[in-house]
């Protein structure tokens, strides 16, 4: 058998090959897809949050809620004081697992207008965030 030796590299070396993962933070605060658009708005403010990762009944990250899309929504004429963070299927963004490469993940950002991905496991369970260049 015959060994070979790695050289670390820098993390910008091939910026092509990069994953969402080398550039993950940590996610912000996790709230539950039953919560209320008033309430989220509120967790938000005190947590000095940008946005918040949404968790489903059974614990697994279903997206992220921002706090202007939120407020968009409070703003508009069709917004109730009913209207749970599970209703806002449009305002939720894909999920990236941490072997996406972050080329793909801006591409999806920029689509969907988004500034930022939740990392998640095989399971939905959230590693974290990455913001990304739009």
């Not at 109730?80 to 999920?95: A, E, K, S, W």
């Amino acid at each position: 058998m015959t060994l070979v030796q790695m050289q670390p590299r820098s993390a910008n070396a091939n910026p092509v090959h990069r994953t969402v993962d080398e550039g993950r933070e940590t996610a912000g605060p996790e709230v539950c897809d039953d919560m209320t658009v008033e309430v989220a708005l509120a967790v938000m403010a005190s947590a000095r949050a940008r946005h918040l990762v949404v968790r489903d009944q059974d614990g697994l990250c279903t997206g992220l809620v921002s706090q202007a899309g939120l407020a968009t929504l409070r703003d508009s004429e069709a917004y109730t004081d009913q209207i749970r963070l599970r209703d806002l299927r449009g305002d939720r963004g894909p999920l990236a697992p941490p072997t996406t490469a972050r080329a793909e993940a801006e591409h999806a950002s920029r689509h969907r207008r988004l500034d930022t991905l939740p990392v998640v496991d095989k399971q939905d369970g959230t590693l974290g965030a990455v913001t990304l260049a739009r």
